[in-house]
């Protein structure tokens, strides 16, 4: 199956007139969006719209985004914005909306740029038009094209359960189990920062806690998003999330089998743990009886003394 490649329209003015002319930019870029049937909107930061003109004018100053990227002059960028000291993410947000507003307008624009959509340098996230070679049980074996390059590879599938015509128990153990996810985040959230403090005041023999079935879900899923999306970890709480409510039971079940074995594990070693300190007690209870006996003995010699002198 043959996917109809995507192209760059043509330009309406030079880079040198929507550099000079405001207006004259922002019409142009709406036109762009509008031909490649992409979104538009002016984004808001610190309650004003952002001031796109200026961001393209001054990144297109330095050679291209990705030689600003290269160069390490995004600094340079901001500092044409005057932000406010509490806005902290700002080159974060700038080159976000850059790339999703300007990086391709910026190729037509800037770099005269004509044919199919070139993908911006490192490792973001953007579309790819290709075919499909062939089918398997679990995907499709694809081929795509980014920019001059042709690459070959494999889909892979996510199976997700269809809905059926499911019994009100059923819907409530349903409602019941995202209760219960619901719950395991609030738990995580609300003790996570009690355990820190806890935790190095905590005996060292003392067993470690055992682990539901979503947080072993969240460390799995973590990592590979990790090694996947090195640059969206701020993202990673809300995406673990989203892919353990969309889980059929059977694949649940996998992630509850790790937690119950994880909570017989601490159980039995917070049993050894207890019989431990009975074990310790007694050796300790006789130190306790002995400081008692000497202190009665003190203070009878002291009446003893005094009964003397008094005498």
């Known amino acids: 199956m043959e996917v109809q490649e995507k192209l760059y329209p043509a330009p309406l003015h030079s880079h040198e007139e929507v550099a000079r002319d405001r207006v004259g930019f922002?019409?142009?870029?709406?036109?762009?969006?509008?031909?490649?049937?992409?979104k538009f909107m002016v984004p808001v930061i610190g309650g004003k719209e952002l001031d796109l003109h200026l961001l393209y004018v001054e990144v297109t100053q330095r050679g291209?985004?990705?030689?600003?990227?290269?160069?390490?002059?995004?600094?340079?960028?901001?500092?044409?914005f005057k932000?406010?000291?509490?806005?902290?993410?700002?080159?974060?947000?700038l080159r976000r909306y850059y790339l999703s507003l300007l990086h391709h307008y910026e190729q037509v624009y800037y770099f005269r740029i004509q044919g199919p959509l070139v993908p911006p340098a490192g490792p973001y996230n953007f579309t790819v038009t290709g075919s499909i070679d062939g089918k398997f049980e679990y995907g499709y074996m694809v081929t795509v094209k980014i920019g001059a390059e042709t690459l070959r590879g494999v889909l892979y599938r996510v199976q997700q359960e269809q809905p059926s015509a499911a019994s009100s128990s059923s819907l409530a153990a349903a409602a019941a189990a995202e209760t219960s996810h619901a719950a395991d985040v609030a738990a995580v959230t609300r003790t996570r920062r009690r355990r820190r403090r806890g935790w190095r005041r905590r005996d060292?023999?003392?067993?470690?806690?055992?682990?539901?079935?979503?947080?072993?879900?969240?460390?799995?899923?973590?990592?590979?998003l990790k090694a996947l999306h090195p640059h969206r970890e701020?993202?990673?709480?809300?995406?673990?999330g989203e892919s353990w409510s969309k889980l059929s039971e059977e694949e649940r079940t996998v992630y509850r089998d790790y937690g119950l074995k994880d909570k017989e594990r601490y159980k039995r070693e917070?049993?050894?743990?207890?019989e431990g300190l009975k074990l310790a007690q007694p050796k300790e209870a006789v130190v306790a009886m002995a400081e008692p006996s000497s202190e009665v003995v003190t203070e009878e010699v002291k009446e003893s003394a005094d009964g003397q002198i008094n005498m």
């Open 26 to 38: 922002v019409e142009s870029l709406r036109r762009f969006h509008s031909s490649m049937g992409t």
């Open 64 to 80: 291209g985004l990705a030689k600003v990227i290269e160069e390490k002059r995004w600094r340079e960028v901001i500092a044409a």
């Open 83 to 93: 932000f406010p000291p509490t806005t902290t993410s700002a080159s974060f947000v």
């Open 204 to 224: 060292p023999a003392h067993p470690k806690p055992n682990r539901s079935a979503y947080n072993f879900f969240f460390a799995e899923t973590h990592s590979k």
């Open 234 to 240: 701020r993202e990673f709480s809300k995406m673990i």
């Open 270 to 274: 917070m049993q050894e743990y207890k």
